[in-house]
């Protein structure tokens, strides 16, 4: 347990972190703790790992009270679809070489891996050791993590455009804290270009300006690819740089001490855009003055991303703390931001034909890129907005089925099966026949309750085809999965009973094991990363977008 903090400590609270590393009894003491600080994947695989728990005594965490999320716009928003999994089996997984990178961010994330055994695949063309799904025994997303503490809070730069989402889902308000000193950086206008390799060289040109003046400038690009392909092209035009990216991310602190510094030229991905703070000098602060003179930090961007947040965190990296700074967009029409999301038909008939190499002059461009990003905002916001439809019945039956595992109520067998009952009460006593009866129950309810998941998987991948006919494919899910949830709570009871009917049961209660029902050897955790193509239904919901500005578009 870490000793308490400075203002934790005035209140007499204690307070305790817990690591990914951590041990079962260092996290029992921890959540045991006033203020536990950890990682929200964490106590989310905690959660899941208690809720398999045999014995009890092994659970860790506490009731839940009270959440507060850092970053909570990247995590209840960005992160919030994506499925923490507790899988099981006879054995661990291989190490794997395939490390994926988080979609928004672009950095590592550590156990992840891609769905449909699309992973394994990767692993087996590029002869790697094959890890190994397993059975998957739970899982929750982050979503419905939050949603079981009956306070939640959260903090970060760039709630404001998402105020709605947070309302309408986790019933948060958004309050915008003033800064600590104002802020006087320069948040220049986009120059928008028509062609993608006109921009790359406006871009190279700028940081080859910039780095000749000594002025420190941090570039945001979209992808490791582009990254790479960027530090090349400014390399070859003089200007020394240093590349931040998920193949380095070890060397994230070492780059970014020294992203400040006169004459430093940093290009990152945008796991450089949230949180960081960037030092003017760098770590020599006596260089603090002349890079104050020279205009604080350029951050320049090199695509306007889906979500305005996203820029507006890269923005923040400069002028932080009072301190001077100055941020650009360079922008060109065959962006993904257009191009991707088929968006560029939506471009005035004069942006699509311009044909010039230099700047786009007309002011219509950067009015559609921010119709473009609304647009976009708008879509990405009913698609998590119908993934939650569809989560939430399956989440209100998760609970019903921890609920039940929680309290493991006895009696039921006492008239399932009278005569077996009599005789194991009256041979080993009637608390050792109550005893088998909670072990029985909960053993089904972790098997059935993994069936359930590979079923409700099933289901999923299969309604989507009712959208080709004239069927509510949300109603024909939740009728379909009411029917097979009352299908296994009617399983579980006639399971229960008819292992009690026929096991062996001695004094020492009932081998699990050899009626199939022991846990698994091993457990592990891991992410279910987005798709590679996207979801089922995210590709449907896009692809009726495009196919509605197909038929609303003037002949």
């Known amino acids: 347990m870490h000793p308490p903090g400075r203002l934790t400590g005035r209140f007499g609270l204690t307070v305790a972190a817990i690591t990914q590393g951590s041990s079962r009894d260092e996290r029992r003491a921890a959540y045991a703790a006033d203020v536990t600080c950890l990682g929200a994947n964490e106590a989310g695989f905690d959660l899941l790992r208690d809720r398999l728990a045999r014995p009890p005594e092994d659970v860790v965490q506490r009731p839940f009270h009270f959440a507060l999320f850092?970053?909570?716009?990247?995590?209840?928003?960005?992160?919030?679809?994506i499925p923490l999994v507790i899988a099981g089996g006879t054995g661990i997984p291989d190490g794997s070489a395939v490390r994926l990178a988080a979609k928004v961010k672009e950095r590592i994330a550590d156990r992840r891996r891609w769905p449909d055994g699309i992973h394994t695949a990767l692993e087996a063309k590029e002869g790697l050791p094959l890890t190994r799904e397993g059975r998957v025994l739970g899982s929750i997303t982050l979503q419905a993590f939050a949603a079981l503490y009956p306070k939640l809070s959260g903090m970060t730069g760039t709630a404001a455009t998402q105020a709605e989402e947070l309302r309408s889902i986790y019933g948060l308000g958004?309050?915008?804290?003033?800064?600590?000193?104002?802020?006087?950086?320069?948040?220049r206008s986009d120059v928008v270009f028509a062609r993608r390799g006109d921009k790359e060289r406006a871009v190279v040109e700028e940081i080859r300006r910039l780095h000749a003046s000594g002025r420190p400038v941090l570039v945001g690009t979209a992808s490791v690819e582009e990254s790479e392909r960027l530090s090349a092209l400014v390399r070859g035009a003089g200007a020394p740089c240093r590349v931040l990216n998920a193949k380095n991310d070890e060397e994230e602190a070492a780059v970014i001490a020294e992203a400040g510094d006169v004459g430093a030229v940093t290009i990152s991905t945008n796991m450089a855009g949230s949180g960081v703070d960037i030092?003017?000098?760098?770590?020599?602060?006596e260089r603090a003055d002349a890079v104050r003179a020279l205009g604080g930090l350029f951050v320049l961007g090199t695509n306007r991303h889906e979500a305005r947040r996203i820029d507006v965190q890269l923005r923040g990296r400069a002028g932080r703390q009072g301190d001077p700074g100055e941020s650009r967009f360079f922008v060109s029409l065959e962006d993904d931001l257009f191009v991707k999301h088929g968006a560029t038909d939506s471009l005035p008939r004069p942006l699509r034909e311009w044909a010039?190499?230099?700047?786009?002059?007309?002011?219509?461009?950067?009015?559609?890129?921010?119709?473009?990003?609304?647009?976009?905002?708008?879509?990405?916001?009913?698609?998590?907005?119908?993934?939650?439809?569809?989560?939430?019945?399956?989440?209100?039956?998760?609970?019903?089925f921890a609920a039940r595992r929680d309290e493991a109520?006895?009696?039921?067998?006492?008239?399932?099966?009278?005569?077996?009952?009599?005789?194991v009460r009256d041979a080993f006593g009637e608390e050792r026949a109550s005893r088998v009866e909670r072990d029985l129950t909960i053993a089904w309810i972790d098997t059935l309750w993994s069936d359930h998941l590979e079923n409700v998987a099933e289901l999923r991948e299969g309604i989507s085809l009712r959208t080709l006919g004239t069927q509510d494919p949300l109603a024909e899910y939740q009728r379909a999965l009411v029917a097979i949830f009352d299908d296994l709570l009617r399983e579980l009871d006639a399971r229960v009973a008819g292992t009690f009917e026929t096991a062996e049961i001695t004094a020492d209660g009932i081998?699990?094991?050899?009626?199939?029902?022991?846990?698994?050897?091993?457990?592990?955790?891991?992410?279910?990363?987005?798709?590679?193509?996207?979801?089922?239904?995210e590709r449907m919901a896009r692809d009726l977008v495009r196919f509605a500005k197909g038929m609303l578009r003037p002949s």
């Open 70 to 81: 850092d970053e909570a716009d990247s995590i209840l928003i960005d992160e919030a679809r």
């Open 174 to 187: 958004v309050v915008v804290v003033p800064p600590n000193r104002p802020r006087v950086r320069l948040d």
């Open 279 to 285: 030092r003017l000098g760098g770590a020599r602060e």
């Open 356 to 400: 010039e190499s230099g700047p786009v002059r007309d002011p219509a461009a950067g009015e559609a890129i921010a119709y473009a990003q609304r647009v976009l905002e708008g879509q990405n916001l009913e698609i998590r907005n119908t993934l939650l439809r569809y989560d939430r019945l399956l989440e209100s039956q998760r609970q019903i």
């Open 409 to 423: 109520p006895t009696g039921f067998l006492e008239l399932a099966a009278p005569d077996r009952w009599v005789a």
């Open 511 to 537: 081998d699990l094991g050899r009626e199939g029902l022991a846990s698994p050897s091993s457990t592990w955790t891991y992410l279910v990363n987005d798709q590679p193509f996207g979801s089922m239904m």
